[in-house]
């Protein structure tokens, strides 16, 4: 089988729990759900109406603010970026709208609107996102054909820590999650698309496109 995230043929069965079968890549160290077992879009839309993501709320602005602020600081005024993955309540983008960006929504359940999809932007985010990533070297690439150069793609996502806490980690538990990734695997996806790659604080990436 090969890697979704590097497409590498370097994949072994990694650990059974419950019914859900886990494997892992040796070159980027991703960790991800079968293929067979990845959930349908009606079961990721009935996981998703169960989240309370209320863009009003102050603790979820904090918690978005985990990726937003060290992002700002790399963006020049008036930057087009592009909100990848959404959500049905796009709080982030509030956030960036409200620094003095223009930001555009893309989600493929709550705002899936292809004409986002053919512009070319000074940065994106995926703000939990790309743990729900069915084949995620397809995605990292298309990301990479929206950003102009000197774009940056800053991503959030809980990285896997120690593989003996793997299953009973609650980011594992939600059935929507079916990629796990490392550090190490961002730098790899990073070495593959030739972006520069910084870990500003836990569970947040920055890459940028070379200018």
Not at 57 to 83: I, V
Not at 114 to 125: M, N, R, S, W
Not at 134 to 140: C, D, G, L, R, V
């Amino acid at each position: 089988m090969h890697c979704p995230v590097c497409e590498a043929d370097a994949t072994r069965p990694f650990q059974r729990i419950d019914t859900r079968n886990y494997w892992r890549c040796e070159a980027c160290d991703a960790t991800f759900l079968d293929p067979a077992q990845r959930p349908d879009h009606a079961a990721e839309r009935a996981e998703y109406d169960l989240h309370q993501n209320d863009p009003r709320d102050s603790g979820y602005r904090a918690f978005l603010a985990r990726l937003a602020t060290p992002l700002l600081e790399r963006l020049p005024p008036g930057a087009h970026g592009l909100d990848y993955g959404c959500g049905p309540g796009p709080a982030l983008a509030g956030m960036l709208r409200e620094a003095g960006h223009a930001v555009a929504l893309y989600d493929p359940l709550f705002f899936n609107d292809p004409e986002v999809l053919g512009g070319a932007y000074d940065f994106i985010t995926c703000t939990e996102v790309a743990e729900h990533f069915h084949h995620p070297a397809e995605e990292f690439a298309r990301l990479d054909q929206l950003l102009r150069p000197g774009g940056w793609l800053g991503i959030m996502t809980g990285f896997q820590t120690r593989d003996e806490a793997f299953a009973q980690w609650h980011y594992r538990r939600d059935p929507t999650h079916v990629v796990f990734y490392r550090a190490s695997t961002f730098e790899v996806i990073a070495r593959r698309h030739a972006w520069q790659c910084e870990i500003p604080r836990a569970n947040v990436v920055l890459m940028r496109k070379p200018g």
